[in-house]
């Protein structure tokens, strides 16, 4: 073998050596980053905005994989845990859902029962009512067909409702006479479902069905302001005489 050779094969040697430390490198880099990151888990993350107390579902969210050494404690990485939630605040876009962005949907207490009513859009409700709020329930009342005597007069329903439920707008048939005459075209409602006693609902499905109209106030987080007995009714007699 003459030195040409032999520098031939000692390249080759050198070659086929520096091949395996650079496997072996790359092996180890992936060892290391293994080491590092972990296996991965499943999580979930927001696939559009959801706002702030809307009832949960899981086609609000896609799956994911993620490290699960990157993983916060508080992620949620079972959507069946979703059942009966709502979003206790705006869900933005691409966020990773965690347990305390959702909360139980308010329950009913002792003596209480459920009653939806379909509200006008028009009367405020918009983005403004949400589930866990309390508000006065008001009914106009026409005084047309009920006599001579009779005046038209604005009527506190149920002082400090508290709502459990908004539901989506939804176009419905839009009658005279607060629901009771024929049907002069469509309007766009919201169902919205109170928690109240017996009495209380059956005031509610009496107004919805006999009032010109059923509004709904808002009222303070810190608890609904006293209603004065003389402050329950309104007509507008009662500013003409003054």
């Known amino acids: 073998m003459n030195s040409r050779q032999r520098r031939g094969v000692v390249l080759l040697v050198l070659s086929v050596v520096c091949a395996l430390a650079a496997f072996a490198g790359v092996v180890f880099v992936i060892g290391d980053v293994n080491s590092k990151v972990g296996p991965e888990v499943r999580a979930y993350r927001v696939k559009a ?82 589930a866990g709020a309390s508000v006065n329930i008001y009914a106009t009342f026409d005084d047309e067909g009920r006599g001579d005597k ?55 499905a009496y107004a919805e069905s006999f009032a010109e109209h059923v509004r709904l106030a808002l009222l303070p987080e810190d608890g609904p302001p006293a209603v004065a007995p003389g402050e329950r009714t309104y007509t507008l007699d009662e500013d003409k005489n003054k």
């Open 49 to 130: 905005d959801v706002p702030a107390y809307t009832p949960l579902t899981p086609d609000r969210f896609e799956r994911i994989s993620m490290p699960e050494r990157w993983l916060s404690a508080g992620a949620v990485t079972d959507l069946s845990t979703l059942n009966g939630k709502i979003a206790v605040a705006d869900l933005k876009k691409g966020s990773l859902l965690q347990r305390d962005m959702v909360a139980d949907r308010p329950a009913l207490q002792a003596g209480q029962q459920e009653i939806a009513i379909m509200i006008d859009a028009a009367t405020g409700v918009a983005g403004k009512i949400t």
């Open 150 to 204: 009779a005046v038209a007069e604005s009527r506190l329903i149920v002082a400090g409702a508290r709502v459990i439920d908004v539901g989506k707008l939804t176009p419905i048939d839009a009658r005279q006479s607060g629901g009771a005459g024929r049907t002069v075209g469509q309007r766009e409602a919201v169902p919205i479902t109170f928690a109240l006693t017996t009495a209380d609902a059956q005031r509610v």
